[in-house]
């Protein structure tokens, strides 16, 4: 999935539609029914949890192993992540309006997508938490691959700060069934832009914090600091 800050003279068809920057009442029933629903089957350990920013815009930049990453992903955070969600789980009119109110906000995977790179920014500019896999997809669980640099680029444009997340565990569910899977997140100190840092060397500082958390078979291409990197963190 790639980001453009590109204009575009032509109207998009989701700007007709309506977007929340807040906690609907229906995204506060849901989460909290689907958090029910894990209690039997997830036993959630949060780290680092001083690392988040209360209030202010920051993006979360998380490891994505599987698509239940999202659900530890809000349960361990106080504040509501707003996040892309590819554009066919929008094509359908109720899971459309569900998945609006639940913050996600439609992104296409085939083209370079301004309108979901400005609907991100607007997410930022009304102070709330951006969710966002670097990767871009899943990397189903082969360790992490090369991170795409919209997260970064987000960052550089709002200095908003950067406060990468690791999920471990989330790859076991139901494969210990009725036994709970243990999923462990991992919030590092938050990373902002240095000034005329390109989005390439935020994105790597980003990613060699966030596999540096991770267990060594899950690092990926990030398992090894290139020698006089001295990037990570901060």
């Not at 992540?81 to 554009?87: N, T, V």
């Not at 913050?103 to 969710?131: C, E, I, M």
């Amino acid at each position: 999935m790639e980001l453009s800050t590109s204009a575009t003279s032509e109207t998009d068809p989701r700007d007709a539609k309506r977007f929340y920057f807040h906690a609907t009442p229906i995204r506060k029933f849901m989460v909290a029914f689907v958090r029910g629903l894990f209690v039997p089957l997830m036993d959630l350990q949060v780290r680092g949890l001083e690392n988040f920013p209360r209030e202010g815009a920051v993006i979360v930049a998380c490891n994505h192993v599987t698509n239940f990453d999202i659900f530890p992903m809000q349960f361990s955070l106080p504040r509501p992540i707003f996040y892309m969600g590819k554009e066919q789980l929008f094509r359908n009119r109720l899971t459309d309006a569900l998945f609006r109110n639940m913050g996600a906000f439609p992104v296409s995977r085939d083209k370079k997508d301004s309108w979901a790179y400005n609907h991100a920014l607007k997410v930022l500019a009304h102070g709330q938490t951006l969710g966002m896999f670097p990767e871009g997809t899943r990397s189903r669980g082969h360790g992490l691959i090369v991170a795409r640099t919209g997260a970064a680029r987000l960052s550089i444009q709002t200095n908003s700060p950067i406060v990468p997340m690791a999920i471990i565990g989330s790859d076991k569910f139901f494969r210990l069934f009725p036994r709970r899977t243990r999923v462990t997140v991992i919030l590092l100190p938050p990373i902002l832009p240095h000034p005329e840092e390109t989005a390439i060397a935020l994105t790597d500082r980003v990613m060699f914090s966030l596999a540096a958390a991770l267990p060594p078979e899950m690092r990926g291409v990030y398992a090894d600091v290139p020698k006089g990197f001295g990037g990570v963190g901060g």
